[in-house]
């Protein structure tokens, strides 16, 4: 295993979601030429810490009352988790092609979330009953691929699709496939957890 790949690796603590909130609001106040101040020493300690040093998917999202405001992230590690959140903090905010940028006014409203991704998993299965009984709602982030187009649904969509069949229907509707494509049996799925930390 090379170094910094991820294993079964220990879990992040409430202090580690902090700071890695602190570090993307900082992030996004620096791109939009806000004063940024240097972190706290506990912060600084704990960003340098091995833990936030492992090479992890990342996904941040930013919501505005309630609704989403961006989501971009990386399924497979492209850096550390600390590079993740920075540059996918960047990417929430001003590279989602679905929302113009976040604007410095909006910035002081804006809720943002952190998941930090388990390495992807292949889900085999038989048949599309097979597959709705081996999705976990609630727990599973889940990849679904076909003739290129691909989609991912983080585990906090189960919040607002609770029916697997639902799920996945809009999952492949996301990917740009049929609605029905899950029943056929030629998906590709792949499922992963996540550990999310959330501003107040």
């Known amino acids: 295993m090379e170094p910094g790949t991820s294993t079964a690796v220990d879990k992040l603590t409430l202090e580690d979601g902090q700071a890695l909130l ?4 900082q992030t996004i106040a620096q791109r939009l030429w806000q004063a940024v101040a240097d972190p706290p020493g506990e912060i600084s300690q704990t960003l340098a810490s091995p833990r936030l040093q492992e090479r992890r998917g990342v996904f941040v999202t930013l919501k505005s009352n ?3 405001r961006g989501c971009i992230g990386s399924l497979q590690p492209v850096g550390s988790i600390v ?3 920075r540059d996918n903090a960047l990417k929430a905010a001003f590279g989602d092609p679905r929302f113009p940028g976040l604007s410095v006014e909006e910035l002081a409203a804006v809720q943002i979330e952190i998941s930090v991704l388990t390495p992807l998993k292949p889900l085999s299965y038989q048949g ?3 597959l709705v009984a081996r999705l ?3 727990r599973d982030g889940v990849l679904i691929e076909q003739g290129g187009l691909s989609a991912t649904f983080l585990p906090q969509v189960w919040k607002q699709l ?4 639902n799920f996945l229907a809009q999952l492949c509707l996301k990917a740009g496939l049929p609605a029905t494509a899950w029943q056929s049996g030629q998906l590709k799925v792949e499922t992963y957890q996540v550990q999310s930390f959330a501003e107040k």
């Open 22 to 25: 602190w570090l993307a609001r």
């Open 83 to 85: 590079e993740g959140v």
């Open 136 to 138: 976990r709602p609630d």
């Open 66 to 68: 309630g609704q989403l």
């Open 162 to 165: 609770p029916q697997p069949e």
């Open 128 to 130: 599309s009953e097979e």
